[in-house]
Structures are given as structure tokens and as C-alpha cells.
């Protein structure tokens, strides 16, 4: 049992959309990710989506409604089923829950990042 540094865990890596696991919590994989610029559009069809912004601010895009703005210290959760697109114009960081296995790339035409532990 112990603590876990999310800064300290953030400063291991530099790459954007590649998750990294930090815990594992009731068959859940915690991760922090740090991202700029867009992810393609998507969906999980079994698994509701989190986001806790840690630094920086994202935009949550719903296709033709307006794109919520998600801005450090705020949670945002995409329904399962609802197709979402996730993007920053400039570097954010992020820690995410999602059950172990779940690709992060839902139903996008890009391969899933490996969601290495760190």
C-alpha cells in the first residue's frame, strides 16, 4: 500500500494519446494521458468514458451540439454509446478510468494505445 505521485507519474513521459496505467482499482485501470490536438470520433458501446483534467483545459466534442469545455479540476463523463471526440489546443493532462482491457480507441479507426504500467 501506497501513494501514488500523479505529477511524479506525469513527468515520466512525454508522448500524447498514450496512456499510462497507474493503478488498478476494482477491475479498473487508472491512467493519466496527456494530449493536444484531436482524437478521432467514437464510442464505447459497453463502458462510460472519465475524465478528471489534472492541467490545461479540453474541448469534448458531440458532433452538432457545442463542445463542452473541461478545465482543470472539473470531471467530465461521456455516456456509453455516445459518440465523442476529446481534443486541446494546447497541452493537457489528464487521469482517466476505464475497465482493464478497454481499448481507448473505441470504435476509431486507430490502432489502441498499449496502456503501458508505470
Same mark, same amino acid.
Given at each position: 500500500?501506497? &501513494?501514488?505521485? =500523479?505529477?511524479e507519474?506525469?513527468?515520466?513521459?512525454? &508522448?500524447?494519446?498514450? $496512456?499510462k496505467?497507474?493503478?488498478?482499482?476494482?477491475?479498473?485501470d487508472?491512467?493519466?494521458?496527456?494530449?493536444? +490536438?484531436?482524437? *478521432?470520433?467514437? #464510442?464505447? /458501446?459497453? @463502458?462510460?468514458?472519465?475524465? =478528471?483534467? #489534472?492541467? +490545461?483545459?479540453? #474541448?469534448?466534442?458531440?458532433?452538432?451540439?457545442?463542445? !463542452?469545455? !473541461?478545465?482543470? +479540476?472539473e470531471?467530465?463523463?461521456v455516456?456509453? +454509446?455516445? @459518440?465523442?471526440?476529446?481534443?486541446?489546443? /494546447?497541452e493537457?493532462?489528464? #487521469? =482517466?478510468? /476505464? $475497465? @482493464?482491457?478497454? *481499448?481507448?480507441?473505441? &470504435?476509431?479507426?486507430?490502432?489502441?494505445? $498499449?496502456k503501458?504500467?508505470?
Amino acid at each position: 500500500m501506497h &501513494s501514488i505521485n =500523479l505529477a511524479e507519474k506525469l513527468a515520466l513521459f512525454s &508522448s500524447h494519446w498514450d $496512456p499510462k496505467v497507474i493503478a488498478n482499482y476494482n477491475d479498473n485501470d487508472i491512467m493519466v494521458v496527456k494530449f493536444k +490536438g484531436e482524437f *478521432p470520433f467514437h #464510442l464505447h /458501446e459497453d @463502458t462510460d468514458d472519465f475524465f =478528471l483534467v #489534472l492541467e +490545461g483545459e479540453m #474541448l469534448m466534442d458531440y458532433g452538432v451540439q457545442e463542445p !463542452v469545455i !473541461v478545465r482543470a +479540476g472539473e470531471v467530465h463523463i461521456v455516456p456509453k +454509446g455516445v @459518440t465523442h471526440r476529446p481534443r486541446a489546443a /494546447e497541452e493537457v493532462k489528464v #487521469l =482517466l478510468i /476505464e $475497465p @482493464t482491457g478497454e *481499448p481507448n480507441s473505441g &470504435s476509431a479507426d486507430r490502432a489502441p494505445a $498499449p496502456k503501458d504500467h508505470i
